[in-house]
């Protein structure tokens, strides 16, 4: 990268409003420890320039680099990089900048295909804690990778598969167990980099209104389980980019925008009756084996074109069936409250649609470029609110919840 680059990044950066967090280079090394010469050079031409960068990395996927450079870092060494990294990040007067690390991946393996993960006979896991013990207090969370499947061989039905969902529960558990056990003292988790599939996303899927079913579970279980950052694999390129080649928003990004405006950081714990079409008879849980729902206080600061009160309660729903329209029907205090709909499906025939639509119009960009105003569409009181097969939506209760005051 050259001092151009360099500036055009942060110039960039500052120009969108965006916070910056770089990953520098591991693979520099005096034999066995991290060289800190060019990461030095570097600080020392920000300090000039006045850059503020928010969060600082070394290196990625350090349990899997030696299958993509023939190199091996050891755990413990890696731990202490990051000590002296930190302290060459306080030198030169980024004291307020975060550290985070170690970014593994594959925290959980497949021990049937995915034995060549193991570095020196250490499991990812083993990796994490070893790292965990010898990195002291240098960094501020803890970061980690987790993909769902491999995109050269996912197909559509993977995208809507219950089981995969629920294994992203299980890595979080064992993952953060391990946090607990050596970091009590900062159990600050974060998803690192993250997506359904990994090599690139899946072609047409990753990239079409499919690729939303596992993103929008995985934002609701991380945030129910203590997990408050994500990282999005990514912002541009490959098949899993939220926007595309063309520079237009894909279907993926038009759920993380509306999710964005409508989802707040504060998780609730909401009991929804649903009720299919196959059958008369109610099915009282909170996440059925096709039916996921998640509930978090409203984000008050809307851009959608509406504003929403405190207390208003946000309802996400995930319908994995691929026949059945669901009705849901709310109850307890969310009884015969105002409800405002973000239906969300695809503008086609499929979910291999490229384009979607909110609320049976079709999102685009307006003539300018500029994303346009979403309303939510008011429901009437005292009916159930219906979704088709093979979609997901946010429903917004005006709710007066006391947890949302």
Same mark, same amino acid.
């Given at each position: 990268?050259?001092?151009?680059? +360099? !500036?055009?990044?942060?110039?960039?950066?500052? *120009?969108?409003? +965006?916070?910056?967090?770089?990953?520098?280079?591991m693979l520099l090394r005096n034999r066995t420890s991290w060289d800190p010469t060019n990461?030095?050079? @570097?600080?020392?031409?920000?300090?000039?320039?006045?850059?503020?960068?928010?969060? +600082?990395?070394?290196?990625?996927?350090?349990?899997? =680099?030696?299958?993509?450079?023939?190199?091996? =870092?050891?755990?413990?060494?890696?731990?202490?990089?990051?000590?002296? @990294? #930190?302290?060459? %990040?306080?030198?030169?007067?980024?004291? !307020?900048?975060? %550290? =985070?690390?170690?970014?593994?991946?594959?925290?959980?393996?497949?021990?049937?295909?995915?034995?060549? *993960? *193991?570095?020196?006979?250490?499991s990812p896991l083993e990796f994490l804690r070893s790292f965990l013990k010898f990195c002291g207090n240098s960094t501020y969370a803890t970061t980690w990778h987790s993909y769902s499947l491999d995109g050269r061989v996912a197909t559509a039905d993977n995208f809507t598969d219950p089981g995969l969902m629920n294994d992203l529960k299980k890595e979080i558990k064992q993952v953060h167990d391990v946090i607990r056990r050596y970091r009590p003292f900062l159990p600050k988790s974060w998803l690192g980099e993250t997506a359904g599939a990994y090599g690139g996303g899946a072609p047409g899927l990753s990239n079409a209104y499919a690729g939303g079913f596992l993103w929008l579970d995985k934002l609701g279980v991380s945030a129910a389980s203590g997990i408050d950052l994500i990282f999005r694999q990514t912002f541009y390129g490959g098949r899993y980019g939220l926007i595309g080649k063309d520079l237009k928003p894909t279907p993926v990004y038009w759920l993380s925008f509306v999710y964005k405006q409508l989802v707040g950081p504060i998780v609730l714990n909401v009991n929804v009756s649903i009720t299919t079409d196959a059958s008369s008879s109610d099915v009282t849980d909170r996440t059925p084996t096709h039916i996921r729902a998640y509930a978090h206080?409203?984000? &008050?600061?809307? #851009?959608?074109?509406?504003?929403?009160? &405190?207390?208003?309660?946000? %309802?996400?729903?995930?319908? %994995?069936?691929?026949s059945n329209h669901i009705n849901l029907t709310l109850g307890g205090d969310l009884r015969d409250k105002s409800v405002d709909q973000y239906l969300l499906a695809p503008h086609g025939e499929n979910i291999t649609s490229t384009t979607v639509n909110l609320n049976g119009r079709k999102l685009k960009l307006t003539g300018r470029d500029t994303i346009?105003?979403?309303?939510?569409?008011?429901?009437?009181? *005292?009916?159930? =609110?219906?979704?088709p097969p093979l979609t997901y939506g946010f429903y917004v209760i005006d709710a007066n919840a006391t947890a949302c005051q």
């Open positions: 990268m050259s001092v151009s680059d +360099w !500036d055009n990044i942060n110039t960039f950066a500052a *120009d969108v409003g +965006w916070d910056m967090l770089f990953d520098l280079n990461a030095r050079a @570097l600080l020392k031409y920000n300090t000039k320039k006045g850059y503020r960068i928010a969060g +600082w990395e070394l290196g990625n996927e350090p349990n899997h =680099i030696r299958h993509h450079s023939n190199v091996t =870092i050891h755990s413990y060494q890696l731990g202490k990089d990051f000590v002296t @990294l #930190r302290k060459l %990040l306080d030198q030169y007067g980024y004291q !307020d900048s975060f %550290l =985070i690390g170690p970014d593994i991946t594959k925290p959980v393996l497949n021990k049937a295909l995915d034995v060549e *993960d *193991d570095i020196m006979g250490q206080c409203t984000y &008050n600061l809307t #851009r959608l074109g509406s504003s929403y009160s &405190n207390g208003s309660v946000t %309802l996400f729903v995930l319908n %994995l069936q691929k346009p105003f979403l309303h939510g569409q008011p429901l009437a009181k *005292d009916t159930p =609110i219906s979704m």
